[in-house]
């Protein structure tokens, strides 16, 4: 599972009433992460309309960005080598 996040403070009822404050893993040191409750936090509670987790984001969208831009570059090349551009 990747690495989860709290984004809003809340209460855990789960985990013995932990307090997540924005910025604190989850779960909680000594806690278990159950997957369909880390969905359920992780979407936008039904009664209260807010989201509590989210998936800590990785130092691998460098790369994301250099391939978006390679694939940008064989694009305009592609364009420019279409005969009806030129007219």
């Given at each position: 599972m990747a690495k989860v996040i709290a984004i809003r403070q809340f209460k855990e009822v789960h985990h013995d009433g932990h307090v997540y404050k924005p910025g604190d893993p989850y779960p909680a040191y000594g806690f278990k992460a159950v997957a369909k409750r880390v969905s359920f936090l992780s979407e936008v509670h039904p009664k209260l309309g807010h989201v509590y987790l989210k998936e800590e984001e990785e130092q691998g969208t460098e790369k994301e960005e250099v391939t978006?831009?390679?694939?940008?570059?064989?694009?305009?090349?592609t364009k420019s080598k279409n005969p009806a551009d030129e007219e």
């Open positions: 978006t831009k390679a694939e940008k570059k064989t694009e305009t090349k």
